[in-house]
């Protein structure tokens, strides 16, 4: 009888637990693009699209471009470290954080563009580019596009080293649709959220809090269409068939514990065989694995993550 009840206040509690805490944010006030804290102050440049970028540090340019659904802020826990070595840009891609928003393809080959044009009008010649996820397969499509802008490339747990069948292309941009964005509640964002990390802690809820604050945003149904197009983008415009036409110094670096890269759904199996083979692809290539680390490495593990890219481009 004991026994019954104890199991019986586990079972009360953990409800308790569940309700309250799972959806900590969803009673919040709304948070619009322009007001997310990055921690940094944020610039503009005058083109279109409008562009916002943190810009810190002297030295050799180190170009910072997010993935998929995020923004400049995620680099947070890199950028004073190597602002400390190189001149760090962390800019938000069109469609995302608080760069203008609209009616753009989001193919891979126009944010390729759309980065080359900001460069320019910065009147910088030539950096060293970092791509987590998505950024990593626009930065592949960057250093062939573009190879004399590009003095190093680094893809960190870079898409587009994954090939997927047409059936396969098709079932995921039909799963990662506006509707789909804008219907996930707080606790499918967590979840969501969590899958990019080996190791959730409560330290990492600013995430959570960000993403379910922006659902209310003015602006959140043109991010919903960016994040949706840009997933088109990526299926569209395939890089596992391009990685030998890139011809700079390439560092990749994954976390041996990557949930989303191969797709867990679609190709089963381990970030290490993926990587791996992107390494034999690119001729001259350095890989770097980090261990007990998921997708979002430079946020789990930004010690080992900053440390990897200043050897490499020192």
């Known amino acids: 009888m004991k026994l019954n009840l104890f199991f019986i206040a586990v079972l009360f509690l953990s409800i308790i637990f569940n309700c309250c805490s799972g959806f900590i944010h969803t009673k919040k006030p709304p948070l619009e693009f322009s007001d997310i804290d990055y921690g940094f102050d944020v610039k503009y440049t005058d083109s279109s699209p409008k562009l916002a970028y943190i810009d810190e540090g002297k030295g050799d340019v180190v170009l910072l471009i997010h993935g998929l659904a995020s923004n400049a802020g995620f680099w947070r826990y890199n950028i004073p470290e190597l602002s400390k070595h190189f001149h760090v840009i962390a800019l938000d891609l069109p469609g995302y954080g608080k760069s203008e928003k609209g009616n753009y393809s989001y193919k891979m080959t126009f944010f390729a563009q759309t980065i080359k044009n900001f460069l320019d009008d910065l009147k910088i010649d030539k950096v060293n580019f970092v791509g987590h996820s998505m950024g990593g397969q626009i930065g592949i499509w960057f250093s062939i596009m573009y190879p004399e802008k590009v003095n190093k490339l680094i893809l960190a747990s870079s898409a587009g080293f994954e090939k997927f ?32 990390f080996y190791n959730w802690n409560n330290k990492l809820e600013w995430m959570v809090e960000e993403r379910v604050r922006m659902s209310k945003a003015k602006e959140f149904d043109l991010f919903a269409r960016a994040v949706s197009k840009s997933v088109a983008g990526m299926i569209d415009e395939p890089t596992y068939n391009k990685l030998d036409q890139i011809k ?67």
């Open 165 to 196: 069948n047409k059936g396969e292309g098709e079932w995921l941009k039909s799963v990662v649709n506006v509707r789909s964005i804008k219907s996930t509640n707080e606790e499918g964002v967590r979840r969501n959220l969590s899958n990019n």
């Open 248 to 314: 700079v110094p390439t560092l990749i670096i994954y976390g041996n514990k990557d949930g989303l890269i191969p797709n867990p759904y679609l190709h089963p199996g381990f970030a290490a065989d993926i990587f791996t083979i992107g390494k034999e692809k690119i001729i001259g290539s350095v890989l770097v694995e980090i261990k007990d680390c998921g997708h979002m490495i430079m946020i789990e593990r930004p010690v080992e993550f900053n440390r990897a890219i200043i050897e490499f481009l020192k």
